[in-house]
């Protein structure tokens, strides 16, 4: 079947750095999305990786090993804006996204 | 303007009624998308189009049915609604082309409460 995993809450400080892992099933597959999401509003895009490696955009960096089916999201130097909801996608065959619950992420000072 | 907009954003209603929620978009992409987002479950794919044309059932489409009128607007019916259908209701957008990510871009949402 297809499934994705993901922490339910993680907390973390400003400034300091924070890792939240995904993994996933899929029928095929065609690239990993993460989402930022905050309480009420729609989801935006943050990252895409298709390719094994690391991806870095700014303060915000994503891993994907596809042979462990394996993603991470790294957030870097942690502001209170960054208190939200963060989703991973995958995408198998087609292009519909299967999504994880998410990880609600709860930054304090 | 909003390149996804939805209507209406809010609406409460009673068990059932029909109900109709719609979406256009400016964005000029071919494949549209329902999901809805219940608290703790994520995401939940409804229905999804490729084109004009093209109807696809996702994760939940029981108890939902879709119109694709034009490229831009794709509408979520609730023929009989129940209380369980209680939930925020998103419609998203992607193009397509090969060698490109196709992220989906949403809509603001529609929070649809059935009594």
């Known amino acids: 079947g297809q499934n994705i995993d993901q922490p339910t809450e993680m907390t973390a400080t400003e400034g300091a750095i924070v890792q939240i892992n995904c993994t996933y099933q899929?029928?095929?597959?065609?690239?990993l999305f993460w989402y930022q999401q905050h309480a009420g509003e729609a989801p935006t895009f943050l990252s895409y990786n298709v390719l094994d490696g690391l991806e870095e955009k700014g303060r915000f960096s994503s891993f994907l090993s596809r042979s462990k089916g394996y993603s991470y999201l790294l957030l870097k130097e942690l502001q209170m804006k960054d208190s939200a909801s963060y989703l991973c996608a995958a995408r198998g065959e087609g292009t519909a996204l299967i999504f994880g619950k998410g990880t609600t992420l709860s930054v304090s000072s | 303007d909003a390149d996804v907009t939805q209507t209406p954003r809010n609406r409460i209603t009673k068990t059932g009624k029909r109900i109709m929620l719609e979406c256009s978009q400016t964005?000029?992409?071919?494949?549209m998308y329902w999901y809805r987002q219940d608290p703790g479950l994520g995401l939940q794919l409804i229905y999804y189009s490729f084109d004009v044309k093209d109807i696809n059932k996702g994760e939940i489409s029981d108890g939902y049915s879709v119109s694709r009128q034009a490229q831009a607007k794709f509408s979520l019916s609730l023929e009989s609604a129940i209380p369980n259908q209680t939930a925020l209701y998103f419609c998203?957008?992607?193009?397509w082309g090969a060698g490109r990510n196709n992220e989906q871009f949403f809509g603001p949402g529609t929070r649809l409460t059935v009594l």
């Open positions: 998203a957008t992607s193009d």
């Open positions: 964005k000029g992409h071919d494949r």
């Open positions: 899929t029928s095929g597959f065609n690239g």
